[in-house]
């Protein structure tokens, strides 16, 4: 069992940045794929920005609505993940939930039913 805990959500204006973080439990978080996802309210859940262990190195990739605005990041030290947003729209208002598949190695997955483990969630509201 995998326990994920995230952080940072906030209500934010326009063009503004917020750094989330998901906290995770286990020993072997290195090898974890993990993943952000996002849903808003009336909508499904989307992909935003996933991090695996590719083998040789970590592969990193935001969905292409969001690159280069949001950034994923990991620690292995701190056995966390992290989102940093910035220039925030109000279409990115959501909660966003931070996921993972435990001793993993390959490519990014963006299909949150692949995920095992996922976070309660944080609210992120971007006021116009």
């Known amino acids: 069992q995998v326990q994920l805990v995230e952080s940072g959500g906030g209500l934010v204006q326009a063009g503004g940045s917020l750094r989330l973080s998901c906290a995770t439990s286990g020993q072997s978080f290195s090898r974890y794929a993990m993943g952000w996802f996002r849903q808003a309210p009336g909508k499904e859940r989307e992909f935003v920005a996933g991090?695996?262990?590719?083998?040789?190195?970590?592969?990193?990739e935001v969905a292409d609505s969001m690159k280069g605005r949001f950034i994923i990041s990991r620690d292995n030290a701190k056995n966390t993940v992290y989102l940093q947003m910035n220039s925030l729209k109000p279409e990115d208002t959501a909660v966003y939930y931070c996921?993972?598949?435990?001793?993993?190695?390959?490519?990014?997955?963006?299909?949150?039913?692949?995920?095992?483990?996922w976070g309660q969630g944080t609210q992120v509201t971007v006021s116009s």
């Open positions: 996921a993972v598949v435990p001793s993993y190695i390959g490519s990014v997955i963006r299909s949150d039913k692949s995920y095992v483990y």
């Open positions: 991090n695996t262990w590719g083998g040789h190195n970590y592969w990193a």
